[in-house]
Each structure stands twice: as C-alpha cells, then as structure tokens.
C-alpha cells in the first residue's frame, strides 16, 4: 500500500564532454531571458516496456505494476521559476487537480516523477504546467488542445482494468467480441446480471448483480502492454442489462456492460430501451490521449465512439442513481420486459413492426440523443396507440447521425419543427448541474388517481424527500403539447420563477398512453416504498388493454 506519491524534482546537469560545445554556442544564448518565463522541451516518460500508443506527450502507468507506475514529466527552463505540477482529471464544466507538486527551479532541465496514490482514480491525466516568475505566468494544459498532437502539456494514463465489447447488445449464447488492456498476469472474468441479487453498491464505480455462469480465469501472459481481442459467451439468459466483471488477484476490478436483446419478443409485449447513446455521450474515457473525454461535452466537436470502455472502471455515467433503480424495480416486482439498445431500436423497420411486437416502451433513462429513424419509429408508434414511459427528463432532445461506430450530434430536434412534447407531453426546459434539488408536490391526484393508489400521496404531499428530492435537468408542457395533457405533480421554482419541473400524464383517441416523469434523475424514488409503488401503478396502468381496443392508421 502506498500513501501520498512519490515526487522526485532534480536539475539533470550537464553530460560529459558538453564544456567544449557549450564554449562553440553563440554569445545569445547565454543572454538573460526577458518577458513571461516559459518551459520547453516538455516531454513525459513513463515504464521502461512502454505500453502501445505510448509518445513523448502521452503515457500509460499501471498503478499496481512495480517499475510501472511512475511517470516522469521533463522539460527545460530558461531561467530561475517557480514551477507547479498538477495532475489534473478533466470533467465535464469542471476540472479536479488529484495531486499537485510546486518548487522553485533554476536555468536548465528538470524531472518531476508522480506515482499515484492508491486513492486516484484510473482515466487520464493532464499534468499541468504553471511557470510563474518576474514578467509573468504561463500556464500548459490549461484548455484542450485542437488534437493530440498540438497538446501543450503531458497527459498521463492511471490504468486499471479497461474492457469493452464491440457491439451494445447480443443474443443470448452469441459469441461477443470484447477488448480489454490490463497489465496484470491473469484475472477473473464473471458475467453479472445487473441489477438483480446484492443490493447497490455506494461506490459509482461500481456495478453490482446475480452472478451468472461459473467464473472463468483468464491468463494474460504476453498481453500485458497491448489492447487485446478476446471472444466470451454468455449463457441463455433472459433478456436485460449484463456485465463482465473482470478482477486481478491485486483486487484492480473492471467491467463491460452489454445488453441481452431477446431472441424472440416475449409475451409480455413490453421492451424497455436503455439509454447506450447518452451514456456514451456522457463518457470522459479519453481514447485519443489529449487528456480530454472524446465527448462535446469536454470541449470542441469530436464524434462519440460507441464501443469504449466507460471511464470510471467500466460503469456508464450516473449510472447507481440514473439506472439501477429501475432494474431492481424489475427484479422485486418480478417483471421480464425485452431489453433494447439505441441500436436495436434503430434496427426496427417501421413504427407498425415496434406496434406490432410491443404495447408498452419504457424509456427509463435519459433518452437525449436519437437518431431521425429511430424518432420516425417513436412517433409512429404513438400515433398508433402505443404506449410510453420516460422516468427522466430531456429526451428526444438531440438528433444525432451514425457514422460506423461513432455518433455525431447534429441539432436540437425542435429547432427542426419536431418539438418533443408533442409526443412526450413534456419537453427540456432548464438545467442548474444538480445544484438545486427538491421533491414533488401532488397537485392533480383527481387525473390519475390509479397511480397514486396506496401510496398515500395526496395533493399537496412531497415525493421524494428521502432521496433528497430531484432535479438537474427539468421538462415542462408546452403549448405543443397534446390536448388533455395533466401535469399531476411539480417542483415549483426549483430553477426560478415559474421554472417548475412537471409530471406529466396524456392520453390519444387512438389509445396512446404517455406518462414522463419531468427531471432526470426521477428512477431514486425507487429506492423509496412510495416509488416502488407508485411504479407499479402505473406499469399495471400502461398495460391494461383500451376499453375501446381500435388503432387507427
């Protein structure tokens, strides 16, 4: 076990035999450096046996590998400065620094080694650069580059366990192609059906569930220092949300989410469509070793790869308070829905084959990107009669278009004359980063009174309170919203005057049922009695046949 990291600055002096090629430089170069001080021949080292896609401004360390887990950050002063070193990990609007190093420093080149602590988290780091002394502060790192190459300051890459597969979705017994780079002798591959079994983990990193099948070890001799292909198989599993769970002896754990659709669709006639777009939107892994997330949302507009690992140890973003609920909710109330990717729901032909399979699509994720097919099938459906539940908020907020593997977002889908409550009921409104969060109010028990049935909700009652309420992203009615939209409960204020979040509920003369929950992080009420019934209320609601069982076309 290690404490703080290591750090180690030292002036590397002059080599042997350098007197004489000094006396030859020209009389300039020894003139006094003026104007803001400034570091050159910035460069980073890290093993001995590099890793693949190591270069002089990226490299990879292995935290648990002796003689791997240090790297070493070069450059070269002109004159006396004092320098600080950051280890800094990007986010998303913010930044955290993990480790910081700070010495003043004379003319001439310099080495500062960082060996993380066992309490930093895999992913990439930009190792910062402040130069700071008479005339001024410079500072390398301090924005994304426009590409790698162009990087200003060394990124450095905390491995851990990285595994992804290459498609988002299988049949059951489909042999499925996963990568994975881990500097370890061997490891343990487990698949988990998440979601079901031990309770949720505190950790965000973390994904828990049944395990499925016998553990399989795995030698990874010879593999060490490369991303390498393996091909596993699941068993004939029933359709839902599973992982890999690959763990070293060292106690280094990684894991690879993928879904298993269903071979045929199931009686229940009800498909629940993971948000596998949004979570890769969300995903800081930086795969091009810019030290940024390869997402807009860390800057510039680079395409979202589809097939990377998750950064934080393989777990898609948000995913303890965003997601897991709901799949427990599944496993208590002992329901079997079909589980689709965006990719399976992109490979549905029409919106009368998703009618014909399904009468009941739950979104219950944050469904913010989605291509123009896949919203064609969407509204089709609605239109004949079928039936949806959004547990989030800001969905069909985004059109996006493939590119191979890759998405690339294009524009908002109302500023394309097709506003998202006009099938939702609801659409995006405001978003304060989960600064502000509050429970629901019931205002309009009397237009929905089956779900709130056993609940003992009444208007004016909280929802949510033990969860400490709901925000981040909020969804409102629209003037475009369908005929008979009832908002059945709201956060009132909660971004401001009259920025309300607001449950919605509508029906259609063709049967549609459309029920969305207004902020995005609504599936932790179901960690609360109240959710977990006020749920199944509504999932009995949505699957009762219409008094009047007609389409219309």
Same mark, same amino acid.
């Not at 699941?234 to 763990?247: H, I, M, Q, T, V």
């Not at 590119?403 to 294009?410: A, F, K, L, P, W």
């Given at each position: ?76 002063? +002109? ?43 895999? +992913?990439? $780091? ?38 992804? @597969? ?29 979601? $079901? ?51 070293? =002896? ?7 989410? @993928? ?9 229940? &006639? ?20 810019? +030290?940024?997330? =390869?997402?807009? $949302?860390? /800057? ?21 308070? $965003? ?10 109330? &002992? ?19 998703? &009618? ?6 739950? @979104? ?43 998405? *690339? ?8 004359? *097709? ?9 995006? &409104? ?45 969804? %409102? ?18 971004? +401001?005057? /009259?920025?309300?979040?607001? %449950? ?10 459309? @029920? ?15 959710? %977990? ?21």
């Amino acid at each position: 076990m290690r404490g703080v990291g290591l750090t180690r600055v030292r002036l590397l002096g002059l080599a042997a035999g350098a007197a004489s090629a000094i006396a030859a430089l020209p009389r300039a170069a020894f003139a006094k450096e003026t104007g803001v001080p400034h570091a050159s021949e910035i460069t980073v080292r890290g093993a001995a046996k590099p890793f693949s896609g190591d270069r002089s401004m990226f490299v990879t360390i292995s935290p648990e590998s002796a003689g791997r887990d240090t790297a070493r950050v070069l450059f070269r002063l +002109g004159r006396r400065a004092r320098v600080r070193l950051d280890a800094v990990r990007t986010g998303i609007g913010t930044s955290s620094v993990r480790w910081t190093k700070e010495a003043t420093l004379g003319p001439g080149r310099h080495e500062v080694a960082w060996t993380p602590a066992d309490d930093v988290p895999v +992913g990439s $780091y930009v190792m910062r650069i402040t130069v700071e002394g008479k005339g001024g502060r410079r500072v390398y790192g301090g924005r994304r580059p426009a590409s790698p190459e162009r990087a200003s300051a060394p990124v450095v890459h905390v491995l851990g366990i990285e595994a992804a @597969f290459t498609s988002r979705s299988y049949l059951p017994t489909e042999r499925m192609a996963m990568q994975v780079l881990a500097d370890v002798p061997s490891f343990t591959l487990t698949f988990l059906r998440v979601g $079901y079994g031990p309770d949720p983990s505190l950790r965000n990193d973390e994904l828990v569930g049944l395990e499925m099948g016998e553990p399989v070890r795995i030698d990874w001799t010879g593999k060490r220092s490369t991303r390498q292909t393996i091909t596993v198989q699941s068993g004939d599993w029933p359709s839902g949300l599973y992982a890999a769970r690959l763990e070293a =002896d060292d106690g280094r754990i990684g894991f690879a989410p @993928f879904i298993l659709r269903p071979e045929t669709p199931s009686e229940l &006639r009800v498909a629940v469509v993971l948000p596998t777009n949004t979570w890769q939107a969300y995903n800081l892994y930086d795969a091009d070793g810019d +030290g940024w997330g =390869d997402t807009w $949302y860390a /800057g510039g507009r680079p395409p979202v790869v589809l097939t990377r690992a998750y950064r934080d140890r393989g777990v898609p973003p948000r995913f303890r308070r $965003y997601d897991f609920p709901f799949l427990r909710f599944l496993e208590k109330t &002992r329901r079997e829905p079909d589980f689709l990717s965006d990719d399976d729901l992109d490979a549905i032909a029409t919106g009368d084959d998703l &009618r014909k399979l399904y009468d009941l699509v739950v @979104f219950p994720g944050h469904t913010e990107y989605v291509t123009t097919h896949a919203y064609d099938v969407v509204e089709r459906y609605y239109a004949l009669g079928g039936r949806l539940i959004l547990l989030s908020a800001n969905n069909f907020f985004w059109k996006v278009e493939r590119e191979g593997q890759s998405i *690339r977002r294009i524009a908002q889908w109302r500023t394309l004359g *097709r506003p998202e409550a006009r099938v939702l009921g609801i659409q995006y &409104r405001a978003n304060d980063d989960g600064q502000r969060q509050a429970p629901f109010v019931v205002t309009d028990r009397e237009a929905a009174p089956w779900l709130f049935e056993g609940t003992e909700l009444e208007n004016g009652d909280f929802l949510g309170q033990e969860v400490g309420g709901f925000g981040i992203e909020i969804d %409102m009615t629209t003037p475009l919203s369908p005929p008979g939209t009832k908002v059945l409960a709201i956060i009132p204020n909660l971004f +401001g005057l /009259g920025l309300n979040a607001e %449950m919605a509920y509508h029906e259609t003369d063709a049967g549609a049922r459309v @029920f969305s929950a207004g902020v995005l992080d609504f599936p932790a009420v179901l960690y609360t009695p109240q959710g %977990m019934k006020l749920l199944d209320n509504l999932w009995r609601h949505m699957v009762e046949p219409p008094e009047d069982a007609t389409t219309t076309d």
